[in-house]
């Protein structure tokens, strides 16, 4: 990380948690991130436009006024609807906004502004190509809230505050060889997640996890034609797979919160993701997969679906992603209808990696049923990855990667094992939680890639051999990490405990001298 980026880090933080006061950090993290991504669309949006007007020799700031204001001004919406995908006047940006709400160093009221302005931006798309992308996308930024004070004017006292903090800040949006922006909101997500405990934390997939599920898809890639994630909270997994490759064709996800879902369009769009190439559908997945992607087959699939979920699978039993196995993922267990709707999602020269609880692995009834499929019947499975215990905000299961192929057949010695990685001794403590460092990671990657036997570290397990164990696929089975204790002397402690004997009858004598002369009893 550059002393840059550290350094941008830390200032929004700061800011952060400065600005909410008593606020929850989770309920703030809406407001701190929604006026960034503001930040960010309204800096694009001026960039563009003097780009456009350079020919004129104007900025857009110098468009208002101007004797063909509106000429201009038309002409510069359908450029940026097109290029950007939404539209801001000059009066509307960022910049203009803080000025108006600190004029001469006094707050002005700007509350109703700022919410026509952000209404406007979503108005902006209606009719265009990009409306589904932008469409309520700062419906979580409530500026009618309680939340941020008891009257209108301390509401608009903290609005103030964030805006004019975040003014001051400069993401450097011009070098277009940097992410810092991007970074940054990243890193906020992050930090809010890891605060919020059991509410969020458990959903949100640590960068560790994200590179080593990223690395394993791209294995031998450059290009992606697709990379999709079927619960894609804010979009992390989707963001890292692309620093992975030179190229990714479609970002695609499905998202059932409403506010990670706008997070996520937002953590898109802040990344440079055009809003062309990516497609994220607010819905529960299981049930109601988006109807734009359910005929779609993915070249990539990451996904930290959320552990041993509930799930209703009465009213999709005939459903072709679950069917052909027979039998349904449990009713309190949803991991395996997860891996069940990658798999059909997956494409034939696809690799799907994917976080899943412990007991996934060994667990029996109906989820052993479709583990035995999916090793005997199709051949799917390609790898088995345990990670550490207490590597996720808010909860200290242990959990493991498993990693598929929808096809195997392509690399004939491969297709015939398993491999089994047990990483879960292999971290740092970091106060109360367990993290990899990148060595650990680099250690899991290159075992995944050149599918070696260590001692006491992975195994490639014979497909017959899984079969031996009736495809209980626990690591223990497969990876013996036992350490021998060292064998103990036995001749040696008889020694010393003869010796200290010895030393015992010498003391009791000298004790027992003293206390004749002192003419005292004994103690013994």
Known sequence: MSENQLQLHQTLWSIANDLRGNMDADDFRDYILGFIFYKYLSKKMSLHANVILKPDGLEYHEVIGHEAEEILLQEIKLDALDALGYYLKPTELFSELAKRGNSGGTNKFILEDLQKVLTNIEQSTMGSESEDDFGNLFEDLDL?????????????????????????????????????????????????????????????????????????????????????????????????????????????????????????????????????????????????????????????????????ANWNPDSIISDERFSPYGKMAPKSKADFAFVQHMIHQLDENGTMACVLPHGVLFRGAAEGHIRKYLIEDKNQLDAVIGLPSNIFFGTSIPTCILVLKKDRSSHIERSRNILFIDASNHFDKVKTQNVLTDAHLQEIIDTYRTRQTKDKYSYVASLEEVQENDYNLNIPRYVDTFEEEEAIDLLSISADLKALEKDIAVTDATISDFCKELNIETPF
């Open 144 to 308: 009618t809230s309680s939340k941020l004070g008891k009257t209108e004017e301390s509401k608009n006292e903290l609005i103030v505050k964030v805006l004019t903090h975040l003014e001051g800040i400069d993401f450097d949006l011009e070098n277009n060889e940097n992410d810092l922006l991007g970074d940054a909101y990243e890193y906020l997500i992050g930090q809010f997640a890891s605060g919020a405990g059991k509410k969020a934390g458990e959903f949100y997939t640590p960068q560790q996890v994200s590179k080593i599920l990223a690395q394993i898809v791209t294995t031998d890639k450059e290009r992606l034609k697709s990379v999709y994630d079927p619960t894609c909270g804010s979009g992390s997994l989707l963001l890292r797979v692309s620093k992975e490759v030179k190229e990714v064709g479609g970002f695609y996800g499905q998202e059932s919160n409403p506010t990670t879902y706008n997070l996520c369009r937002m953590n898109m769009i802040m990344h440079d993701v055009h809003y062309k190439k990516f497609d994220i559908y607010n819905e529960d997945t299981l049930v109601n997969p988006s109807p734009k992607h359910i005929d779609k087959r993915f070249e990539a699939i990451v996904a930290n679906p959320p552990f041993s």
